[in-house]
């Protein structure tokens, strides 16, 4: 018997899910737990299996379509057997095709249409998704000819006066659509092309193009609109001098021979914060309505740009690994996130997160809040500056802009403080973290 | 000013003539009593007598020959087909000598005659007395033809015949002999070969020829209620053709409906149209060149069939606004 395959749900609030890919086509010969299938959940890849051995067959949806889950996407089926037929309930689109096909035979063609598209080699399908009606006419073939005339002539239809127009003015007529007879070109649309031409140079006409949103996409808006009309975010700024951490990373990396296991700026920021955290559990928290959760675990984010969104894959339990592995996880981490490879543990339960836009050549800005967390901590660039000392003097130090957003909710702008202050003390004594 | 028909200017412009220039004299049928079939010559005979207004039997070969020979010998005599569509009967005497003895003579004899031919339709007259045949001259190397349209141009056209020294063939119009406007009353000439500017537009030109003139002005009243607004040339002159105003006046309007009286086919249209196609306003052009005309028959005897075989006004005005609107 056919055995359906079903889109799966992934998570409690998934609603549907995006055919990215299909690995075997119709006729293919599948075993049990052969991915099948490629679909999108809100922000990652996942595989649908085969549920037994058999056949793919009966595929219901293409690449692109967003399918509700448990619906059915095709069949696994034994040699001789045939997909059930289409269910009553399926998308209105094959209705329409329907529709369509019946309507075909109704269409009235008049003998002398019949005979001029005979003379000029014309289908009839053709005529009809021009005209859009079921009697076709002499008129309606004339029309579809001269509209079709630099198609099927490579000549255009324009008058002297709109050639010379064109001349003068070194425009393409051929970009021109004539409003004479028979889609003549006259002089009065080089003219309104010229002009508009003109106007485009002072204030171009907007032009747009439709983006569909991925499912990324549509989780990185809905998430981040919660976050800006719920959370009231506070903001709080520190520069602190990252010598004395540039100096310690170095010290680290000198024994590290392999180039892709050095430890980045980032992971010592990111070690930094979880320690931060510890010191303050009030920032590694949730906000829940009439409560405040305090998390026992402290998992860091750390956000990454993505060609088409961005992405936060979670270092957990931040707090009990040490720097090279921190180091590693990120790496790790970003580089599936690069190749659409992470699996949902990768996002899950992160409780505080690191934006560094510092390689973006970003001095400092403010990040928001990605729920359900209570804070999130963005990271600049490295500047050099000049730092006054007590007697005056002074000497070149290297600052990096921490700008923390936290829910006021759940804390207070001293708190807050106290994390950055914190955070500031710990980065400057890098050598115990 | 005084205002006078086109038949009494043209009355008043062979009496100056004749009583200025002894070697101008008038020949044709009925044209001493009775006056002429429409009265152009009514008076004549009274003031100059049967030696210089000439009764001939019924035989237009006869006229046009006594033409030809009279004015290589010295005179200028004018001649008069009663009806122009009898202009068949005289083509061999106008067309193989009149038109070409000063070519073949080596410019030794001058042809200076000039033959009246009243045409058109719109009395009733059918086929064989309807016909508007000017074109059949234009194709004829060595005469020159001229078709007035108001009082004004008759009397100054004809003058300018009269003292032009090839033959001329002066197509008048039935309808316009009782048409009256301003003439002065000195003699003046009009310059053969020299067109009018009738109205001033930027729209669309019209040229219109003899009848089709007086019927493209109101047509053109009409249209320009509908903000249309037309420009009208008359040729006067259909050989030699005066083309740089045409010409000019497309290249300010881009569009033109040439209207006459004469059937379609092979009429002074097709010439006027491919003299536009070869000048510089053909680059102007932002529609095909239009011709209304005659339709292509004999002229009907009966009056609705006969009114329909022609241009009227309201043709005009609808060819006229469809070139305008892109509707043709």
Known sequence: ?433 | MREISYMEALREAIRQAMEKDDRVFMIGEDIGVYGGAFGVSAGLLDQFGPERIIDTPISEAGIAGACVGAAVTGMRPIGEIQFSDFVVLAMEQIVMQGAKMRFMFGGKATVPFVIRLPGGSGTGAAAQHSESLENWFVHVPGLKVVMPSTPYDAKGLLLAAIEEDNPVMFFEHKLLYKTKGHVPEEMYTIPIGKSNLVREGKDLTIIATSIMVPRAIEAAEKLSAEGIDIEIIDPRTLKPLDDQPIIASIIKTGKVLIVHEAVKTGGFGGEISAVISESEAFDYLDAPIRRLAGLDMPIPYNRTLEYHAVPQVEDIIEEARNLYQGKY
């Not at chain 1, 009231?232 to 010290?251: F, G, H, K, N, W």
């Not at chain 1, 836009?357 to 209570?374: C, H, K």
Request: charged share 25%; no cysteine; glycine share 6%.
């Open chain 1, 1 to 433: 018997m056919a055995k359906e395959i079903i889109m799966p749900k992934f998570g409690f609030t998934q609603e549907e899910s995006e055919i990215l890919e299909w690995l075997h086509a119709e006729g293919d010969r599948v075993e049990k737990g052969d991915p099948v299938a490629v679909v999108s959940t809100d922000k990652i890849s996942m595989e649908v299996e085969a549920p037994e051995d058999g056949i793919l067959g009966g595929i219901r949806y293409q690449v692109g379509d967003n399918v509700p889950v448990t619906n059915v996407i095709a069949y696994i089926l034994q040699p001789g057997e045939s997909a059930p037929e289409i269910a009553l309930d399926e998308p209105e689109s094959t209705k329409v095709e329907l529709a369509v096909a019946e309507q075909r035979t109704e269409v009235q063609v008049t003998p002398v249409a019949k005979k001029l598209m005979d003379e000029n080699k014309l289908e009839l399908d053709e005529i009809i998704s021009f005209a859009g009606e079921s009697k076709i006419t002499r008129a309606t073939v004339e029309a579809y000819l001269s509209a079709n005339s630099l198609a099927r002539t490579g000549k255009i239809r324009a008058t002297p006066a709109a050639r010379r127009l064109g001349r003068e003015h070194d425009l393409k007529l051929a970009a021109i659509s004539g409003s004479g007879p028979k889609a003549r070109i006259q002089a009065a649309d080089v003219t309104q092309a010229l002009s508009g031409q003109k106007k485009e140079a002072i204030t171009p006409a907007l032009q747009k193009k439709t983006l569909p949103l991925n499912n990324i996409r549509k989780t990185i808006s809905r998430n981040m609109l919660q976050s800006w009309q719920e959370i009231p975010q506070m903001t709080l700024q520190a520069d602190i001098p990252v010598s004395r951490l540039e100096a310690y990373r170095e010290t680290l990396n000198q024994s590290i021979s392999q180039k892709s296991k050095k430890i980045t700026v980032t992971a010592l920021i990111t070690k930094a914060v979880a320690k931060a955290l510890q010191k303050n559990p009030i920032l590694n928290s949730q906000f829940d309505g009439d409560k405040i959760q305090l998390l026992d675990q402290i998992n860091i984010g750390v956000a990454t740009a993505l060609d088409d969104g961005l992405i936060v894959p979670v270092v957990h339990q931040t707090d009990k690994k040490p720097i090279a592995a921190i180091s590693d996880q990120i790496r790790y981490l970003s580089e599936r996130a690069r190749s659409g490879k992470l699996l949902p543990d990768d996002l899950s339960n992160g409780t505080f997160t690191i934006s560094n836009l510092g390689m973006f050549e970003i001095d400092r800005f403010t990040a928001i809040i990605n729920p359900p967390q209570s804070a999130i901590l963005a990271v600049g660039k490295k500047n050099r500056v000049f730092m006054p000392a007590e007697d005056n003097s002074f000497h070149v130090e290297e600052i990096i802009t921490f700008t923390l957003s936290a829910d006021h909710r759940v804390m207070d702008g001293a708190q807050a403080a106290r994390f950055m202050g914190d955070l500031k003390s710990i980065l400057q004594n890098a050598e115990d973290l």
